[in-house]
């Protein structure tokens, strides 16, 4: 069989997956709805992942038969621990889709798209958010990214959050006034957001803490003292995320790339980058600070390739092919595929 890498890149809101030769060059890929199995079951989430895995191979023109890859590489929001990382490793290895198998936490992918190397730190910041550092010599560093039980703070759900319960108190007198109030009350369409709070609880209207994050940037950027609290709450994690794991691998007089990723980083600009640049370099004045500039999927993909021992020219080819002008083809599988 002709080498192959199957490249997942699992997050929670969507799951992409590139398969490549080991050349580097894209043979097919393929976008469809998050599917955690942390959050959605091990069988449902799997199930949403092959369906994806047979569209590529099907695409590519492979026969059912056969396998898919020499190597997958999937890289999943979710994986943050050893354990999961073993029993996703063991579930995937079952479904047969290559002879090898690697699963590892979404933030390697992402460090991987933005360097050369993989060596450095990332930092994604996009529904949840997390950080993987790896030194040249092989050592990690990570955070367990369990939620409020592990220390976290930030993610786009949890700034949508703030964003309702800075207008919640606005309005009730407990806050100071803050601009995020209208903007929200015009968000949900209603006069009053304690009548928003009580359509909430009574579940008549969804509550959706992603969709309110862009507007609490958007109304930092209009100079709301409130809002921008939250904003520098969270250049304040990203800066601690980024700068622990360079002091734990004794990196900070190192040139070092920082990654940063997702898309509550992707999507504000300058908003958050410049001082978190600012303040990085304050610590480690050599590091390099940057948002990536391609899907993670990419980077699971180059792991694999690393994996399968492919050549150097393998990489170059599929960072020089893969721009945001390549199609992608978006999957009809759903969340629910397999009960």
């Given at each position: 069989?002709?080498?192959?890498v199957l ?8 799951t992409a ?11 097919a890929?393929?976008?469809g709805p ?8 091990m069988?449902r989430g799997?199930?949403?992942f092959e369906g ?5 191979a099907a695409q590519?023109?492979l026969s059912?038969d056969?396998?898919?890859a020499?190597h ?8 943050d621990?050893p354990?999961?990382e073993e029993?996703?490793?063991r579930a995937i ?9 690697v ?5 390697f992918?992402l460090?991987?798209?933005g360097?050369?190397?993989g060596?450095?730190?990332a930092?994604v910041?996009?529904?949840g958010?997390n950080?993987?550092?790896v030194a040249?010599?092989?050592?990690t560093?990570r955070?367990?990214?369990l ?9 786009g759900?949890?700034?949508g ?7 919640v108190r606005?309005e009730?007198?407990?806050g100071?006034p ?20 009580e ?5 008549e209207?969804r509550?959706d803490?992603?969709a ?9 950027g ?6 921008q609290s939250v904003v520098?709450r969270?250049v304040?994690?990203v800066v ?7 002091r734990k ?5 190192e040139p070092?790339?920082v ?7 992707t ?17 480690a004045?050599?590091a ?5 500039d ?16 492919a050549?150097p020219?393998?990489?170059?080819r599929l960072?020089s092919?893969y ?5 992608a083809v978006d999957?009809t599988?759903?969340?629910?595929a397999?009960?």
């Open positions: 069989m002709t080498d192959r490249a997942i890149d699992g997050g929670n809101s969507k997956v590139l398969l490549v030769d080991a050349d580097g060059k894209v043979l890929q393929v976008r998050g599917a955690p199995p942390q959050t959605v079951g069988k799997l199930d949403v994806l895995a047979r569209e590529a590519a023109g059912p056969e396998p898919i020499t997958t590489a999937a890289y999943l929001a979710g994986a621990l354990r999961e029993d996703l490793t290895t079952e479904r047969g889709w290559s002879p090898s198998v699963v590892g936490n979404d933030t992918a460090l991987r798209a360097t050369t190397s060596v450095g730190v930092v910041c996009g529904a958010i950080a993987v550092g040249a010599d092989g050592r560093h955070f367990p990214a939620g409020q039980i592990s220390g976290d703070w930030g993610g759900g949890h700034i959050e703030q964003a309702l319960w800075l207008a606005a009730d007198g407990r100071a803050t601009e995020l109030l209208p903007a929200l009350l015009a968000h949900y369409g209603e006069t009053s957001i304690l009548d928003v709070v359509k909430l609880h009574f579940e209207v509550f803490p992603h309110l994050s862009p507007i609490l940037f958007e109304v930092a209009r100079g709301d003292a409130v809002a520098d969270l304040e994690e601690l995320l980024s700068t622990v794991s360079l691998l004794d990196l900070l007089g070092v790339d990654v940063l990723g997702g898309g509550v980083m999507g504000t600009g300058e908003t958050v980058l410049g001082p978190v640049r600012e303040r990085v370099l304050d610590v004045p050599l390099q600070v940057r948002v990536v391609l899907p993670p999927v990419v980077g699971a993909a180059l792991l694999g390739l690393d994996t399968i021992g050549s020219g393998a990489e170059l960072r092919a721009d945001d002008h390549l199609p999957s599988v759903g969340v629910a397999g009960g």
